[in-house]
């Protein structure tokens, strides 16, 4: 990646005529920033919205051109620009977790964020830290759980070791009614089946095992078994 590489970003809450104009100041200011600090200006986006609102075109934009890794730093006149309340402490973590940094108009050089917004953000990582651990605590226990019910991967997984290192696309609904049948909840099954390589969620697999269970073939299973016919 360029070091010297940014993107300017400029915005307003309305369309008037006065916001229009202070858009117009904002590029030619952050233009002067670029300059004095040697950056590579890759883009300039600008846009006209609110900054409580995340759902923004030019924000999606520059969050996606961040993950191409192309970035080093963001000019904003100041940190209001970006975003106000939740939606600018969102943005600041998003931000700065992929290892860019901000430079503003307003303090002449790189952003320093104030202590209340730093100590928010680094409750924000902490908790996405923990929740990326007891996201692999669930797969590994639902794994352990399965196993230890009789479930054998290699044996079950007809799949498994084909197209290594890519998640399977198809579901094998099979497992599904085994790990279910095995007291498995919905949440440990999708967790479990992750673990083996397939990219499945708690509701696709309760829908899907809700399809197996209604089809015809269940349904009449169910009710000579409850002795209903």
């Given at each position: ?123 924000v990582g902490m908790v996405e830290e923990y929740q990326r651990k007891l996201h692999n605590i669930k797969i590994k226990r639902g ?48 967790a479990t089946l992750r673990g083996f390589g397939f990219d499945v969620s708690k509701a696709t697999v309760h829908r899907r095992y ?7 073939q269940n349904q009449a299973q169910r009710l000579v078994k409850n002795n209903d016919i």
């Open positions: 990646m360029n070091r010297n590489n940014a993107i300017i970003y400029c915005r307003v809450s309305t369309t008037k005529e006065t916001q229009e104009t202070s858009l117009a100041r904002q590029e030619e200011e952050l233009i002067q920033l670029a300059n004095q600090h040697d950056f590579n200006i890759l883009t300039i986006i600008k846009e006209q919205a609110s900054g409580y609102d995340l759902e923004r075109e030019g924000v999606l934009r520059l969050l996606s051109l961040i993950k191409e890794g192309h970035v080093h730093a963001i000019l904003i006149q100041d940190e209001t620009r970006l975003g106000r309340g939740n939606t600018k402490i969102v943005l600041l973590h998003c931000i700065m977790k992929e290892g860019v940094k901000l430079y503003s108009v307003d303090q002449n050089g790189e952003l320093q964020i104030s202590e209340s917004d730093s100590m928010v953000l680094k409750i794994i352990n759980r399965a196993i230890k019910s009789g479930y054998d991967p290699q044996k079950n997984l007809k799949n498994q070791g084909l197209n290594s290192g890519r998640k399977q696309k198809e579901i094998p609904i099979e497992e599904i009614i085994k790990l279910r049948q095995n007291q498995l909840t919905f949440a440990e099954i999708a809700q399809e197996y269970m209604e089809t015809p």
